[in-house]
């Protein structure tokens, strides 16, 4: 079985799906899903909304098949299309008349999420996890895409729209906020193994 995280095996779906295979289309769909649902959970809370949205993507990709252009990261490029299929139909929805509340619930961290990649006690987690919720959302969504969803500087550009210096810059000032407000000395080492 295909693993997302390998770019060898992304790509050679991708080119497999752009001759029109269905069963690489099927693969795609199936390793990518979790990942996408969750991706796009973070963005917005309704999750029969992301369903829509990311099956609306999936038609339109196998639809256009052989328009495809070849991608260096198909995991990005789905990501991109979901995120701005989910901000599309916010915006035709009016899903939201508050942008401010949008940007406030989006990429929310829980507990459990840290739970399989911290040894630590739940009061540390409980306290990495605040301060990770206070950063502003572009953040949030950095942390999301860089550290859960593995995707390099170049990739992270892309899905947010902004230039791969800016990127950099960004996780830089985010993890440099991280460890100021961790303090004690037991927290910046756990933030150094993290981060």
Known sequence: MYQLNQEFNEIGLWKEIKSGNSDSFRTLFKVCYTSLMHYGCKIIPDSELVKECIQEVFVRLWESRSQLADANSPKAYLMI????EILAQLKSHRLFSDTEVAEASAFQFELN????????????????LKTINNLPKQ?????????????????????LEISIPSARNLMYRTLIHLRKSIGSKDLVHLADRLF
């Open 139 to 159: 953040q949030r969504e950095l942390i999301m895409l860089f550290y859960y969803n593995e995707l390099s500087y170049a990739e992270v550009a892309k899905v």
């Open 81 to 84: 299309s979901v995120r701005r």
């Open 113 to 128: 999420e840290f739970e399989n990649t911290l040894n630590v006690p739940v009061e540390i987690r409980e306290y990495l």
